[in-house]
């Protein structure tokens, strides 16, 4: 990992904050770490109908590494159609770091995941038999308090009463 241009994506993230009217949003956590990152894409259409992200943005609660990672990832994805996001690798996503050791490999993976779920909501939001975009406006604490019960997003549970 190269520690200069991780404080340098720390000291000025890029792309940082919650997105008003975005197309798609995703969530990601990591139960073992306590990080969480929530993702919000924005695309356009050229001519031909092709469709690719104009703009992405993110917030994030974690380590240090999860946030620059986070950083240079929206960077990464201005220009990509949907389909090559999707092909994205974590690897790809925090090459502009440089390798990560073995600790850190989930802050990357944990970019991959909001990535992906975006992706899967805006596939779900152009089916919407409604035509109604799907767009989450509450805010990642929020999310985080209220939990969510799916693959890829964090759970959270309530202590287990005390055995006698």
Do not use: Y
């Not at 993110?58 to 929206?74: D, K, L, N, P, R």
Request: hydrophobic residues 35%; contains cysteine.
């Amino acid at each position: 990992m190269n520690e200069k241009n991780i404080k340098q994506a720390m000291q000025n993230p890029q792309n940082r904050g919650e997105m008003a009217a975005a197309d798609a949003v995703g969530t990601a956590g990591s139960p073992g770490c306590g990080d969480m990152l929530k993702v919000w894409l924005k695309f356009r259409e050229d001519q031909k109908g092709k469709k690719t992200i104009d703009r992405a943005t993110f917030q994030s609660f974690g380590c240090e590494t999860a946030i620059a990672v986070a950083s240079v990832a929206m960077e990464l994805l201005r220009g990509k159609t949907v389909e090559e996001a999707k092909n994205l690798s974590d690897k790809e996503l925090s090459a502009p770091l440089g390798p990560l050791p073995p600790m850190k490999i989930h802050c990357a993976s944990l970019v991959e995941e909001a990535l992906r779920d975006a992706l899967k909501s805006s596939a779900e939001s152009a089916s919407d038999s409604h035509g109604t975009k799907v767009a989450s406006s509450d805010n990642l604490r929020d999310r985080m308090k209220a939990g969510t019960k799916s693959k890829g997003k964090v759970v959270l549970l309530k202590p287990a009463p005390e055995l006698s």
